[in-house]
């Protein structure tokens, strides 16, 4: 057979095993599902259509190729508009369905963007807003059916005779090094980068990536998806699931996976950290509800979790583990559709506890790591348990290799290395030394070759001691605990080190309820004095953790957590650090008086 070497090559792979449930969406509440063949003759269809209306490769250079737009939430249709435009040699420029107007109109016009597909009526109103603006532009598609917008059926007709040769033939040109998507990372600060990979890039991680997915004992073949499709840690994703003959199944929304968990039932999903501490967090509400015996139990299982080390292999361990599986851990389990064998985590660090607790549950977390620069994943941990460590990202994925800098910087160097930035050359060789990824992030590599995280190099500050400080380890450790939702460490060139803290409202209000302090507001509570004391308390559990330089000494907690519609985090859920700095300027100020206590204080 053949060795596939482009992304829609994976059509040809999924007609030897077609699925009458391939891609599935809910349409008027109802699942609507796409059969293999369903989506074949669309993804045919719109290929042709975009070449009737002159989408090409061009003269087959980055610069020459025609772009096409892609604004949406995960649905059939994405993966669809995907496949047909690679398939005319055409390059896909895919944007989160929360991008700004002012990046939209950025993007699309150094990009040079020649259709736009979106899904919705208030995106398609984004790119109208702009649309003058953007010379290149000539027109856009929309998913859902809209009043006076031009909607995507409108292209699709059945092919006639010699089309689909005529198709196959454009598309045999294309090479595995040809460019197939370019990727605007949002970034914690900047303006947006173009990050351009290849048919190889992406398809030597999704080749390793489905190497380690083959060794889970999944029950079916079937997956939910709801992380962006733009963000190339589910797009890379995706491509695995195309290759190896899975189910997709699209959640409406953020709101309803824990529904749509339930109805699908698959075997296993993709999740950002975040999601996994919502998740935990309704675990704890509902067992704060319990009573009576029923409540020790749970709280006692919650324990036993905290304690799972991957290869504890004693007696006594194992017989509580399996009590607490059968009488909370398969309720857990049951709750997201009684399959899930594991999550697979990324796009920012997980907590140790949430890992272990998980997997002590029997859902499997398989923290990886790496950027959309390297199509992304350079290491992951591995279902195996001698491929798992806690603490770690795991190790490398096939095909990738990785050092250690002088400075401790990770190098990355592999066939998953962007082909570059976008017209931006002189970036590109900042970035890339002798082939050379330079990915910004400070790691270790253990004597077993698991590569650890410790922090963002560029997120590394110094007080005015001139001491550096790492700010990531610390809020990871400090956000274990149950009553911290949010944190950012603050004292670049100050003289110690302060916090910002978002409480856990979902743990802090029935712990006031409990302690009958009465409140009426975030507002409130963040002032109470026995609040403030419950949180200097948290600060003196771990600040004997961290070296002296390296301790919180003063924090202040902040009555709204932060969100990516706000604006202090990215869309996959990354701190903004510099937006959040300048929004609570006045709040860290106040935290740096003239007198330092040794003591942790709370300031408001």
């Known amino acids: 057979m053949e060795r596939a070497t482009r992304l829609f090559d994976c059509i040809n792979t ?28 669309l993804i045919y269809q719109l290929s042709a259509a975009l070449l009737d209306l002159g989408v090409s490769a061009g003269d087959g250079t980055t610069e020459g190729r025609d772009k096409i737009g892609l604004i949406s939430n995960g649905r059939p249709e994405w993966v669809i508009t995907d496949l047909a435009v690679q398939q005319t040699g055409a390059v896909l420029v895919p944007l989160y369905p929360n991008t700004g107007t002012r990046d939209i109109e950025q993007i699309l016009n150094e990009a040079e963007v020649k259709y736009v597909f979106v899904s919705s009526k208030d995106l398609c109103d984004k790119v109208k807003e702009v649309h003058l603006n953007i010379p290149s532009l000539k027109g856009i598609f929309t998913f859902d059916h809209i009043d006076e917008c031009t909607h995507w059926g409108t292209l699709l007709k059945p092919l006639k005779e010699g089309r689909l040769q005529q198709i196959k033939q454009i598309s045999n040109q294309i090479t595995e090094n040809d460019i197939a998507t370019i990727i605007y990372t949002s970034g914690t600060t900047g303006r947006p980068k173009g990050v351009m990979l290849t048919h190889k890039n992406i398809m030597s991680n999704a080749a390793a990536s489905g190497d380690v997915l083959s060794r889970i004992p999944l029950k079916e073949k079937c997956v939910l998806s709801f ?34 968990l339930k109805e699908v039932k698959p075997s296993l999903f993709t999740a950002v950290p975040r999601l996994l501490e919502k998740v935990f967090e309704k675990i704890m509400v509902e067992g704060q509800k319990l009573t009576g015996i029923k409540r020790k139990i749970f709280f006692w299982a919650v324990k036993v979790a905290e304690a799972y080390e991957i290869n504890d ?42 890992e272990r607790i998980f997997t002590a549950a029997g859902i499997v977390i398989l923290e990886g790591y790496g950027l959309t620069e390297t199509s992304p994943v350079i290491a992951v941990n591995r279902y195996e348990k001698s491929g798992r460590k806690f603490g770690t990202v795991g190790p490398l994925l096939g095909g990738v290799e990785a050092k250690i800098a002088a400075d401790g910087e990770i190098l990355c160097k592999g066939p998953n290395v962007m082909a570059g930035y976008y017209k931006n050359p002189e970036l590109t060789a900042e970035v890339i030394e002798d082939e050379w990824f330079h990915t910004g992030d400070i790691g270790e590599l253990d004597k077993d070759s698991f590569l650890k995280i410790t922090d963002r190099k560029k997120e590394i500050f110094k007080t005015s001691g001139g001491k550096y400080v790492a700010p990531l380890p610390i809020e990871n450790k400090m956000k274990e605990n149950y009553f911290i939702e949010q944190m950012m460490v603050c004292g670049s060139e100050r003289k110690f080190v302060s916090a910002l803290i978002v409480p856990s409202y979902t743990h802090l209000k029935p712990w006031c309820k409990q302690h009958e302090i009465p409140f009426s507001s975030n507002r409130d509570l963040v002032k109470d004095a026995r609040v403030i004391e419950l949180y200097q308390s948290i600060i003196n559990t771990y600040n004997p953790e961290f070296n002296h330089v390296e301790q919180v000494k003063k924090i202040t907690l902040l009555p709204d957590e932060w969100s990516i519609d706000s ?4 869309p996959t859920g990354k701190m903004k650090r510099k937006i959040i700095a300048e929004k609570y300027k006045a709040q860290i100020d106040k935290m740096y008086p003239s007198e330092v206590s040794d003591n942790p204080t709370l300031v408001n």
């Open 567 to 570: 604006g202090e985090l990215t």
């Open 313 to 354: 292999s004693s007696l006594g361990y194992k017989i509580k583990l399996a009590v607490a599986d059968k009488l909370v851990f398969s309720k857990w389990r049951n709750a997201i559709g009684g399959n899930i064998k594991s999550i697979v985590v990324g796009s920012s660090a997980c907590p140790i506890k949430l």
């Open 14 to 41: 999924q007609a030897k095993a077609p699925r009458a449930n391939f891609l599935n969406a809910k349409e008027s509440g109802a699942w609507k599902a796409y059969s293999t063949k369903e989506a074949h003759d």
């Open 227 to 260: 992380l962006p499709l733009n963000h190339i840690f589910e797009k890379m994703c995706t491509y695995v699931y195309l290759f190896n003959g899975f189910s997709i199944y699209y959640a409406e929304n953020m709101d309803t996976i824990g529904a749509n």
